[in-house]
DNA sequence: AAGTTCCGAAACTAAAAAGTATCGTTAATC
DNA sequence: GATTAACGATACTTTTTAGTTTCGGAACTT
């Protein structure tokens, strides 16, 4: 296969063998998947023409297919690069209440890009049960890191006494992904404030046996629309 | 039905005008949109070519384009159709307990139906966005009644005093359509009777104040795999 | 300077599928 | 019996798009 060659060029940069000609601009890759990642949020994977990709990137077809070799490769690699470049869980709220953490993770930013997200996992919809290995990168890409930051509120909660121990935190640390994913996906309502409020104070606070009038005034403010601003 | 009105008109079938050669197969509708609902779940919808639908109903493509002007009207007709064929809500569980009527709602058919309406769903992600009177017709489809029985086991729940009027019965009813939804949509895991009692007792009985240990014990029985045979 | 490879743009090829038309046959009305 | 329309099958047209090729020019190596 003529594709082999190409590569093999593209794997086999080493100080032995260096590449003979113009070298290839690395922004180029990022910009690609970027692009994906973009056209199958907004209409997915299979109205994402190789056209489309080409011209969101700022840049021809042959330089797509001269790094992948068909669309469904280059899929993969696009669900991967969004894995990447997801914030790093180390700017985790800490406001002392899980009440108050989990508030805190939907600051506008946060929001909008899991709602983003959420539609690309939706745009893949319709390859996923064609391609497994596809599934399995956007559930790690998409859905794991969610509920892995849901589940580490949840265990510090419980290892400060505010939720006591035998509560079934891997199945309550799901609830907020998920209704948060049928909303978007299904339902096809924004996701408001309020709708999150209702889920963790109706659901998962009494879930857990902690009562919301219990918690620190502060993160209990008089005025609704204003809560943990 | 709607669809009577729809089709005389499409058709120019009138009682005062009767038409005048062969009358079209009534049976013929159901097997078409019976394909498709079936191609949907297996295929989605960008997979499903107007042949395929033809072939699964055991005739040609002319008598479904006879019907339907495109292949997007076929789609709306065919989720609409599916919701016709809904098993009634007559038929709800009634155990006594909260725990048991939700778990009764599990039956092997009821799973399996829903299993194959969210992957429908699923095969329509991809025009969802660009089809809003779809997404509605889905909703209301395939979506809407399933969260609607929860909520009416639910009040009815409360009725008996076996939950306190002032739980939050409208996003209660929510948590099990929404998590089984992410389950089977986007996790791609099976819908396991173990999911839904570690739903039910780790997050809903708990939600809506009701002790697990406190139900009757036919409801608990000791082996797990055969919880409410 | 020479040779190689990448770049972006565009033209091109090939396959798939929506939608249309035709045909011989069958079921209905007049 | 004649007429009319639906039936299933199949061939056809047209559009879309994945993937390839070509081109002039730019960047890099030796």
Redesign the pocket.
Known sequence: M??DD?MR??SGHTAEN????????PG?DAAILGAVIEVVAELGY???????V??R???????V???W????N?IVDAVAYLKSTQVDSDSLPDTGTLRGDLLGLFKPSTAREGERNLRVMAGLASVLSLHPELAEAGNAAIVEPWAKVNRRLMERAVARGEVHAKADIDTACQVLPSMAAYRALIQRKPFERQFLISVIDGVLMPALGIDPAKTPTETIPPKKDQVLR
Chains 1, 2 share one sequence.
Do not use: I
């Open positions: 003529k594709r190409l060029v593209k260096p590449v003979r000609g113009r070298k290839r601009d180029l299979d109205s994402m023409t190789m056209d489309m080409a011209l990137a700022k840049t021809g077809k042959a330089a297919y001269r790094r070799k068909s669309k469904a280059l």
